[in-house]
């Protein structure tokens, strides 16, 4: 059988990836890729619409991973799905509970690699935070998460397997009877595209899996709770407001291109200037959908009043709020997060240019769940072998 590879775009290197033999995984298809699936297995063309709206509820709506459990269909055509399709998601290998009802779980995906997931619960709506790769590319240095080397993109299907996991954990399918959306559990109503690696260099795979957690019929999260944090690829940012449409938050920390080099080094490649000019002109920028900027508090780096002043004048113009983020620190972690009073102070000067500027309340810290701590325990293992040290 001759091989078949799929490229893998990385900046500008192409990872080539060999794709599984075997029975095609329903998880992470497009309904126009179940459609062709179906009808590649014998499945009548005049039917196959009918069929992947069938499914999708199976899979999405209810969450069920066995064919024998989909009673509307016929059991001869239920027995050609079992022998053609599986329906997987990435297994769960630890769940860690935070004292403060955080939850991060460790999932394995094909390979034997490992990223993590972590549920973040609040009074008004539930947002897991899931990861787009096997670790990152970006070495951002403040981020725990970046000093892990990249080894590859996620599919579709272990993108949105995220998300069937921590519905699996939360108990949120529906009852028969329960609507979809708005009407059914919503304990996991947000998500947020902030965890391993930078969504925007694993565009495709993103935007699909992003449109299945759209689709109506099933997960039927609103775009407007899907958020995506890229540290700044330019090139696709206008992409992402056309094909995916969701809530756009940008890595920015920094105010001047000296210290951002540093603290997010594809500020060399795209800098401050070239990057809020795609900002700018992001087509779903309006009053009632801004910008986040989401802003790590480093003490003695980024946090002077000075920098406070500098952020308002970089972003006159552009709807936004700001995120203050207070440095979550991890061991050997080259800053020490800003005090409370600097950081209030900043965020004061900032909310009195006319911008909220909430600060971001740390979540999940014991167990090593917060923003930029994330980091795969198997790679860190593997590394630890090798003698590479953490």
């Known amino acids: 059988m001759t091989e078949i590879t799929a490229p893998i775009t990385q900046d500008v290197h192409t990872i080539p990836r060999k794709l599984p033999d075997g029975p095609v995984n329903l998880i992470g298809l497009t309904r126009p890729q179940m459609r062709d699936a179906l009808i590649a297995a014998g499945t009548p063309e005049k039917q196959a619409k009918m ?3 069938q499914l999708w509820q199976w899979l999405y709506h209810w969450g069920v991973r066995d064919f024998a459990a989909m009673t509307n269909l016929a059991k001869d055509y239920r027995a050609m799905l079992a ?3 599986v329906i997987e998601v990435p297994q769960v290998v630890t769940r860690q509970v935070s004292t403060d009802g955080t939850r991060k779980y460790l ?8 990223v993590e997931v972590v549920y973040i619960p609040e009074e008004d709506r539930g947002t897991l935070c899931i990861s787009s790769q096997v670790g990152c590319t970006l070495t951002c240095s403040f981020c725990h998460t970046g000093t892990q080397k990249l080894v590859r993109n996620l599919t579709p299907a272990e993108i949105v397997g995220q998300i069937l996991i921590a519905r699996d954990d939360l108990g949120q399918w529906p009852e028969p009877g329960q609507g979809t959306g708005e009407n059914g ?3 996991l109503s947000n998500i ?8 925007l260099y694993n565009f495709e795979h993103v935007r699909d899996a992003m449109k299945i957690a759209m ?3 099933g997960i039927a999260l609103s775009r407007r709770r899907i958020t995506l944090s890229t540290s700044g690829v330019v090139p696709e940012i206008a992409r992402t407001a056309q094909e995916i449409g969701c809530q756009l938050a940008v890595s920015f920390h920094a105010t001047t291109d000296e210290v951002r080099d540093r603290l997010v080094p594809i500020n060399k490649k795209w800098n401050i200037e070239a990057l809020l000019a795609a900002l700018r002109d992001y087509p779903k920028v309006s009053n009632s959908e801004r910008i986040t900027f ?3 508090m480093l003490d003695g ?3 002077t009043d000075a920098d406070a002043h500098r952020l308002v004048r970089l972003i006159e113009g552009i709807p936004a709020k700001i995120n203050l983020i207070p440095f979550n620190e991890w061991p050997g972690a080259p800053y020490k997060r800003s005090s409370g009073n600097r950081i209030h102070a900043f965020a004061d000067i900032i909310y009195k240019a006319g911008y909220a500027s909430p600060v971001r309340k740390p979540r999940g810290e014991d167990i090593m769940a917060a923003c930029g701590q994330l980091k795969s325990e198997t790679e860190r293992v593997r590394r630890v072998r090798k003698g590479e040290g953490v």
């Open 192 to 199: 947020v595209l902030m965890g391993m690696g930078e969504p």
């Open 51 to 53: 069929r992947v709206n």
């Open 185 to 187: 559990p919503r304990l």
């Open 215 to 217: 689709d109506g019929e």
């Open 294 to 296: 989401e802003y790590v």
């Open 301 to 303: 780096v980024n946090d």
């Open 83 to 85: 022998a053609t399709f």
């Open 107 to 114: 999932v394995r995906i094909a390979g034997g690699h490992e």
